[in-house]
Nanobody, 123 residues
Framework: QLQLVESGGGSVQAGGSLNLSCVAS????????MGWFRQAPGKEREGVAV???????DYSRFAEGRFTISRDTAKNGLSLQMSSLQPEDTATYYC?????????????????WGQGTQVTVSL
């Protein structure tokens, strides 16, 4: 069983930056893909970025070039550096663990989820 705890959310103005972090407790962290997903009120959950077990990142179209995902296997940690944030990035962001080879489109295959952290971007 893997438990995930996110931190780093908050409120920023458009154009600003935020760094999200996720710490996993439990075994076999390195055997999972790790990803960030988000859900805005009234909208479906969408994949933001996933880094697979080999360390290869995969980004959604809206995240490419603005967000950077990274993982620290030694510390069971996952990060998401977000820049050039816009109001449409406002959502609850979730850290999740899934099959070893996954992409940002594979959210339904992810079995372990954190509680989420709120990101609010204002004009």
């Amino acid at each position: 069983q893997l438990q995930l705890v996110e931190s780093g959310g908050g409120s920023v103005q458009a154009g600003g930056s935020l760094n999200l972090s996720c710490v996993a407790s439990g075994d076999l962290f390195s055997s999972y893909s790790m990803g960030w997903f988000r859900q805005a009120p009234g909208k479906e959950r969408e994949g933001v970025a996933v880094i697979d077990g080999d360390g290869h990142p995969d980004y959604s179209r809206f995240a490419e070039g603005r967000f950077t995902i990274s993982r620290d296997t030694a510390k069971n940690g996952l990060s998401l550096q977000m820049s050039s944030l816009q109001p449409e990035d406002t959502a609850t962001y979730y850290c999740a663990a899934g099959p070893f080879y996954s992409t940002h489109d594979d959210g339904n295959s992810f079995l372990h989820w954190g509680q989420g952290t709120q990101v609010t971007v204002s004009l």
